[in-house]
């Protein structure tokens, strides 16, 4: 609890009047007339009314010490922000070499009335190349002052100047932002100091500092208030004790002055302000005229912020304390990104190896939020796709680039932007008969897009938290906080993406706990608990998933086989941190399967395409390196690849040909002799190896040759020791009570077996059975049925299991089995009825709310026709 401050007088307007009268009483006996119609009590009373505006004004006093005291710790507002864009200098016709100087200013054809139009200032010089019809260039929306006399040195320690046109915009990264320079002599000026020539004078550059503390060798600092427009040069400091004439001192400055009469001349961007925030091609009237010329901005400007507010000042004052010049705390590292860039209004860093499994240690990642206008707004509404408009590289590198020189030595920083999910809420909402249904919706929609914001708000002071789930006990506690509501119900939860069709892969993470990827269509989606929720972990536009693999190995890996429009073949993708982040790697290949392995501890991926096997390392600028399997036939496609370390520790890899040429075998790392081990004549699609304690078993599910056949179900082999096996080792075929067609994907549960099929579901298999037989799922199941009459449902593409998990896909999206197969339960739904979770990292946003607000009658009504 906050200590309470003491009133300095705390009578009011009663009691002064009363002390007022107890004095006649005292004083003027013969006064008896005490009415306030009387001529005395009326002035009496005016006294005590303009006495209780003294008192309290004399009460905010403490108000003022305390913004006294925060200007005394260096606490001080934060400047506007200049917004940010890229400008388009065009012309008609291909010419001569253009110059477009530094500074170059650009405004709006047309301004609001009675409103400034907005001038953007190029950051740097450019030169359109002949030939070239255009060119981009950066902008800011400020004024470029140049060489602006500011004072002259005075040489005395303390020394304040100002710049004549303040505010200064907030730094953007750029050191032109602020540039001041001191008159200074040739023989004072070294090889490698700063120097700056205007005219016929040389001016000293000085740096800008947060304070006068730990300078280095250089001395030549000063501190600057960018609202005011403040500069400060180093005060003198005085160690003697209490009581010393400090007059008669030496001076001993903090940090060096400029000297008596020496000229002081600033270099500076001012203005600023959420004014520049301007819509895509607003920018087309140049100020300053370069004939030939056109100028546009493609996208609009972002980043404008207004400067701070003196209230938002004193809030945020006391957290000043805790700001260190090191980054050490979670804490720290968010407070000097906010106080680095105005762009920026939230900032969360965390450790990623809690997080990660793949993270190394000692690696910090700092997600931000940027800044969105009020205006960007509607009715307090925060978009994803507003916010990603807002996220400009520049402001990242900037926070990147102070925060590397502030962390410990030894960490790793990452700074990234946050990610969004957009989250919908449907409900009926049950209304008294007086209560305005259509005030009272529009207050309600109002409230759930102030609350379900990634940025604070009145509702929600700091923001939605990262990774807290939104239940619906939320919407509950928002609906009733209106007073006229009876009740609330039918409360939905809905999301926009979510791997709802065409999942053709699923692969479990090895590492990540309860993590699983899903491709469906462009999108691959990752769970991050098991199918409760889904989020998108890699967007690959015009493409389509076909197969995604997680390394057994190594954690962080993933490999994802997309295929390209127009039948352009296939392209490769690769996520070295869980989907994070993704490289485009081979294209052109035509690419069936591949399989992640370790080879002499590193990670190496095999590629079976349609005219051989591949190996591909993951070193930087690597490329597929073709495999000889069968030299009689060097073109020989391939049509599933697997990868796995028999029981004496030899990486094996094992490749189902295409044209039913049977399945090769190398237990030398991958590298050859490959050797065919049987199955010629077979059209086998999948490869898959179940690890038995330590022993290894392949699998391999066959392809029907169409319709609705039943098909050969798998083949097994046993690969303990995979150097014992040849073309003499006879495969087991596995097919009593298959049913379903074509086997498309194998997953094991211990010694049991999942194949997804064609026709017949989930298929199951106890491999430890004296007499193994697939048994097929009831129709009940919660698969997706194509002819519940013939007992046939719709294709499964996919299965994968880990645990007492079974995860499928399909058409219809995930399913998810959590006793054997026996039953699934659709994992991919876009409603939830429950709550929606989200990852650690990412934030909600407000989509269009579907509330219905109706009446207590209507429902009554309702309710009586039997509705």
Known sequence: MPLQSPNLDDRNFAQLVEEAKARIRATAPEWTDMSASDPGIV????????????????????????TEFLNLIGVQLYPPAASR????????????????????????????SGEEPPVFSTVQAATLPAGDTSIEVTAYNCDLVIAEQADQGS?????????????????????????????????????????????????????????????????????????????????????EPEGTDSEALPSSPLAEVPLAGREIRLWYRRGGGASG???????????????????????????????????????????????????????????????????????????????????????????????????????????????????????????ESLLDVRHPLGATLRVNWARYKTVRVGARIVVRREEDIAALRQRVVERLQLTINPLPTRFNAAGWSFGQALRASNVYEIALWEPGVRWVDNVRLLVEKVPDSGVESIAADAFQADTWFAGSAETLFRSLNDGAGWEPAGEFPGEKIEVVRTHPDRAGFIAAVTRLPDDGGTQLHISRDCGETWEASSRGLAVYDVAWALRDGNPILYIAADNGLYELSMTPESSPVQALVDESDQTRGFYAVTAFNDSEGDLTVAVASTETGGVYLSSSGGRVPYRNIGLSGQDIRVLAVQHDNVRRHLWAGAAAPGGDAPGSGCFHIEVTRAREVTSQSSWNARGQGWSGGSCRAIGFVGRMLYAASHHAGVLRLDSSSATPAWEPPEVTCGLPLRDRAQFLFQPVDTVAATGDLIMAGGLEGVFTSRNGGATYERASSKEYREAVTLPNTWLFCSGEHEINVVSEDEVRQDEERGN
């Open 155 to 239: 040489g005395r320690p303390g020394q304040q100047i100002a710049a004549k046109r303040p505010p200064l915009i907030a730094p953007t990264g750029d050191e032109l932002d602020l540039v001041l320079g001191v008159e200074a002599e040739a023989g004072e000026l070294g090889e490698r100091v700063p120097a700056i020539r205007h005219e016929t004078k040389t001016y000293r550059v000085w740096r800008e500092v947060s304070r006068f503390a730990n300078l280095g060798d250089d001395r030549h600092a000063y501190v600057v208030d960018r609202v005011t427009g403040t500069i400060s040069f180093g005060p003198s400091a005085h160690p």
């Open 85 to 112: 864009v890229t400008l388009v200098f065009s012309r008609a016709r291909a010419g001569e070499a253009v110059e477009i100087p530094r500074g170059t200013r650009v405004t709006v054809s047309r301004a609001a």
């Open 43 to 66: 002035l009496l009373e005016l006294f005590a009314y303009l006495t209780e505006s003294l008192i309290y004004r004399l009460n905010r006093l403490p108000d003022k010490a305390y």
């Open 277 to 399: 925030n301007v819509p895509a091609g607003a920018l087309t009237t140049l100020k300053d005229p370069i004939a030939g010329l056109e100028v546009t901005n493609p996208e609009p400007a972002v980043g404008g912020r207004e400067a701070e507010t003196l209230e938002n000042a004193l809030v945020r004052g006391p957290q000043s304390l805790f700001r260190l010049e090191r980054a050490v705390t979670g804490r720290d590292y968010e407070m000097l990104a906010l106080a680095a860039s105005r762009a920026v209004m939230r900032a969360r860093a965390f450790t990623t190896s809690v997080i990660w499994a793949h993270a190394n240690p000692g690696t910090v990642e700092l997600l931000l939020v940027p800044h969105l206008p009020e205006n960007q707004r509607p009715g307090g509404r925060v978009t994803a796709e507003a916010l990603k408009e807002q996220e400009v590289e520049e402001v990242r590198a900037q926070i």
